[in-house]
């Protein structure tokens, strides 16, 4: 199995096509409004979901995914019968009494990442790490795929 087909269907699919029809429909009824359908906010803002990488090297595969804003102690890891997933939240800064919200486009709530784990990977040896608003999540080989060369004899 290789890292491509690790990656797990999310479930928000439908939600996020639903969410941008009804900014078509807003945008529509309201089009001096001027805030809802820009590309950037329909791009982006659909849901909390971070992107990420996977990088092979020769000991392990690496996921780096993009979590600004997400306290390490908000993020949650857990490997189970071969699946390894990843949970978070990013949370909403609370308002004063004081101050009013124009405008809010950093998205915040809840997020979950599915992986099917090849069975080369040495599960009790996986470590994670933030910096710099990314996790980093090492996949460490175990020994059998890993690269080597054959001498011929």
């Known amino acids: 199995m290789t890292m491509s087909n690790m990656l797990l269907h999310t479930p928000a699919r439908h939600l996020r096509i639903l969410h941008r029809e009804l900014d078509r429909t807003v945008a529509n009824i309201f089009p001096s409004f001027g805030f809802v359908d820009t590309r950037a906010w329909n791009d982006f803002a659909r849901d909390f979901s971070p992107k990420l990488d996977v990088v092979e090297t020769d000991k392990s595969f ?3 995914f993009d979590v600004p804003g997400v306290e390490k102690e908000d993020i ?5 019968e071969g699946i390894l997933t990843i949970r978070g939240e990013r949370k909403a800064r609370e308002i004063e009494e004081t101050e009013t ?6 998205v915040t709530g809840s997020f979950s990442r599915a992986f099917r784990l090849p069975s080369e990977i040495k599960e009790k040896k996986i470590s994670a790490r933030t910096e710099n608003g990314v ?4 996949l460490p080989k175990a020994e059998e795929i890993k690269p080597h060369s054959i001498k011929i004899s």
């Open 62 to 64: 690496l996921i780096e």
């Open 101 to 106: 919200r124009i405008r809010a486009e950093r």
């Open 76 to 80: 949650e890891i857990n490997v189970h």
């Open 135 to 138: 996790l980093y999540v090492e």
